[in-house]
C-alpha cells in the first residue's frame, strides 16, 4: 500500500482501535493521540525508506505495538524502533551491549535519519491543486487578504482583536511548515488556520463552555455560524455588520470545510553528507552510548515552525491524504471493542482531558538531552 493513501484505509484504522476507550473519553482531545500516530508512521517510513520512496511494509505491524504500548500508559516507544532495527537485521538485544555492534546500529540510524531532511507542509485539501502547479507559494490565496482585512476592521471596531488569531501577524504573506512530521496533524485538520479561528477556536470566543471551538473541524456549520453570532451579539455589532461577517462565512465555509486535511512531503534540495552527521553525533558518548540514545535523538526534531516568504517547490513531492477527525473516531470507536476495560487512573480523572496532559511524556516524546 503506498504512503499516500495508507492514513485513510482500514488498515491504519485497526491499527488505532488499542485506544478507542480514549478517543471516546475525551474525543474533543484526542486528535493528540492521532497526531503522534501519525507522525511515528511517518518517522517509521522515512527510516526505511528506499531513496525518497517512503515505504509501508511492516508499519501497521510496528504500529499496533506503539498503540498496545500507549494504551497500557507506557512511553518506551523508542525501544520499539531499536527493537524493530534489531528484528530486521535478525540480531538479538545482546548485542545492544557490544560496542562494535552499537556503532554498526548507530552509524545505520544516522545515515537513514540524518541523511536526508524534509520539509513537511500540512493544509485544507482545497489547496491541493494550486500546491502542485504553484508550489506552496505565501501569494497564492483561495481568500483575498482585502477580503480578511475587510472583517478582521469590522472586529475591531468593537474592539475585538485577532479574529483570524495569527494570519496578520505572520501569516500574510509566509507561509508555515515543519521539519518534523508530529504537529502536522493538528495544522491539516484546522487548515486554513485562521478560519478555524475565525469560527470557534479565537480569543474572542470565550468563556469556552459557550461556544464549540471544534465547529470547524467537525464540519458543523450551523455550529460555526452560531458561534459568529454569538460574539457579535454580545458586543452589538449592527445588523449590517452582522450580514457582512455572515457573508463572509458563508463564501469561506464553501471553499474550505469538510475537506480532506493534507500533508506534502517535500525532500530538501540537497542531500546532507552523511560523514558531517557521523562526525557530529558517533563521538557524543552520551548518544553513542546507548542504540536507545542515539534513536530518540536522529527521531526527534525540535525545528517544528517556521516560516518562509519564498515559495517552496513541491516538483518532488509526496501528497497523503490524512483522516478527518471526527469521522475517524466515530469509525474506530464504533468499530472497537466495547468490553475492553478503561484503566483505573483514567476512569477515576474528574477533568477527562487530565489524561493528556498528565501523559503528555507518551504523547508528546521528547528526545532526554
Known amino acids: 500500500m503506498s504512503i499516500e493513501n495508507y492514513f485513510v484505509s482500514q488498515e ?4 488505532l482501535k488499542p485506544l478507542a476507550k480514549y478517543l471516546e473519553i475525551d474525543p474533543e482531545h484526542g486528535y493528540l493521540l492521532i497526531e503522534y500516530m501519525i507522525g511515528i508512521a511517518i518517522k517509521y517510513s522515512v527510516f526505511y525508506r528506499n ?4 515505504t509501508t511494509s511492516g508499519l501497521s505491524q510496528f504500529l499496533q505495538k506503539v498503540s498496545n504500548k500507549i494504551a497500557h500508559l507506557r512511553d518506551d516507544i523508542t525501544h520499539l524502533f531499536v527493537l524493530d532495527l534489531l528484528e530486521k537485521a535478525s540480531l538479538s538485544e545482546e548485542v545492544l551491549e557490544d560496542s562494535q555492534f552499537k556503532e554498526a546500529l548507530c552509524t545505520y540510524i544516522i545515515k537513514s535519519l540524518k541523511g536526508q531532511e524534509y520539509i ?3 493544509f485544507n485539501s482545497a489547496f491541493l491543486d494550486s500546491i502542485k502547479i504553484h508550489g506552496i507559494n505565501p501569494h497564492a490565496k483561495l481568500t483575498d487578504q482585502q477580503e480578511i482585512n475587510r472583517i478582521d476592521a469590522i472586529f475591531k471596531k468593537y474592539q475585538i482583536d485577532l479574529i483570524f488569531g495569527w494570519q496578520k501577524l505572520n501569516c500574510e504573506a509566509s507561509v508555515s511548515y515543519s521539519m518534523d512530521p508530529s504537529v502536522s496533524y493538528y495544522y491539516g485538520i484546522n487548515s486554513p488556520e485562521w478560519f478555524a479561528q475565525f469560527t ?12 464549540d471551538k471544534s ?4 464540519g458543523n456549520y450551523d455550529h460555526a455560524k452560531e458561534n459568529l453570532l454569538k460574539v457579535m451579539e454580545r458586543n452589538h455589532f449592527s445588523l449590517e455588520d452582522q450580514d457582512t461577517v455572515i457573508q463572509f462565512f458563508d463564501k ?11 500533508l506534502a512531503i517535500v525532500p530538501t534540495s540537497t542531500e546532507y553528507d552523511s560523514s558531517y552527521w557521523l562526525s557530529s553525533l558517533l563521538p557524543d558518548p552520551f548518544l553513542s552510548g546507548s542504540v536507545d540514545q542515539m534513536m530518540d535523538f536522529c527521531l526527534s526534531d525540535g525545528r517544528t515552525d517556521r516560516h518562509s516568504e519564498q515559495t517552496i517547490d513541491t516538483s518532488q513531492a509526496l501528497f497523503i491524504q490524512l483522516p478527518r477527525y471526527f469521522e475517524l473516531v466515530k469509525r474506530i470507536t464504533s468499530e472497537a471493542s466495547k468490553q475492553d476495560e478503561i484503566p483505573e487512573e483514567l476512569s477515576s480523572m474528574n477533568n477527562k482531558a487530565e489524561f493528556f496532559y498528565e501523559n503528555k511524556n507518551i504523547i508528546y516524546h521528547k528526545p532526554k538531552r
Open 12 to 15: 491504519f484504522y485497526d491499527t
Open 51 to 54: 531513496g525518497n520512496h517512503l
Open 120 to 122: 513537511y507542509h500540512a
Open 200 to 211: 470557534g477556536q479565537g480569543f474572542a470566543f470565550n468563556p469556552m463552555e459557550d461556544y
Open 215 to 218: 465547529a470547524f473541524v467537525k
Open 252 to 262: 469561506q465555509w464553501n471553499l474550505y470545510a469538510n475537506q480532506s486535511p493534507m
